[in-house]
């Protein structure tokens, strides 16, 4: 398939609603990495990420006809994916620590100027204390920080996911690196940060197709 890899998600939607219902496991691998992202960013263990991951991609199958193209796909499939983190929280009465102290006169993440965020998290020998430190923040700056470093959707996008303001996705974010530039400062370590290897992608996208097959 890889003659598809350079298509739109919007061109390869198109053909699966043709009836090429195979080329569904381009947009499962093409979008693994972001929802077991969203999945861990809301605390939620490996396993009970993947199962969350698996739920999503099949109500995003069947609703395939309701994506109309008027927003980004990555975005319309994550909102289906926090969607799904959000009703097993509330479910399960999960808990997540929130706090009220706002403040958007945050320093940068780190004290050296040269290391910006997007370097930081490309650093594989700081992935994994970002993944310990981010687990230890309230939600309401991780899911945040998540959305727009990890997963790179714009303030536009963020707040529309959240249902808040773009102001409140700057405030959050300046929070969150500070936060993080706290707890990162007290360890360091050499571990992917959120890493979904390749043998679960594999995994995710046999029992996806196999579901969907069965639809």
Request: charged fraction near 30%; charge should be neutral; glycine fraction near 2%.
């Amino acid at each position: 398939m890889t003659p598809f890899e350079k298509f739109t998600e919007a061109e390869i939607i198109t053909r699966i609603l043709e009836g090429e219902k195979s080329l569904y496991e381009i947009i499962v691998r093409r979008f693994n990495p972001y929802l077991y992202k969203v999945g861990r960013s809301y605390n939620y263990n490996h396993e009970d990420t993947q199962d969350l991951m698996q739920d999503t991609f099949i109500d995003a199958y069947k609703s395939l006809l309701q994506f109309e193209g008027r927003s980004d796909f990555k975005t319309w499939i994550i909102r289906i994916m926090m969607n799904h983190c959000y009703r097993k929280r509330e479910k399960s009465s999960f808990k997540n620590e929130m706090t009220q102290d706002i403040n958007d006169n945050s320093k940068p993440m780190f004290s050296n100027s040269n290391n910006d965020t997007d370097k930081v998290i490309g650093n594989r020998e700081l992935r994994h204390v970002i993944e310990d430190s981010l687990s230890k923040i309230p939600f309401d700056y991780r899911i945040v920080f998540s959305l727009r470093q990890i997963n790179g959707l714009n303030v536009t996008e963020t707040a529309n996911l959240l249902s808040i303001s773009e102001a409140n996705v700057k405030v959050r974010l300046n929070r969150s690196k500070a936060m993080l530039r706290s707890e990162i400062e007290k360890i360091y370590s050499g571990r992917e940060l959120f890493e979904f290897n390749l043998i679960y992608c594999d995994a995710i996208v046999e029992n996806v197709m196999h579901k969907i097959n069965e639809l």
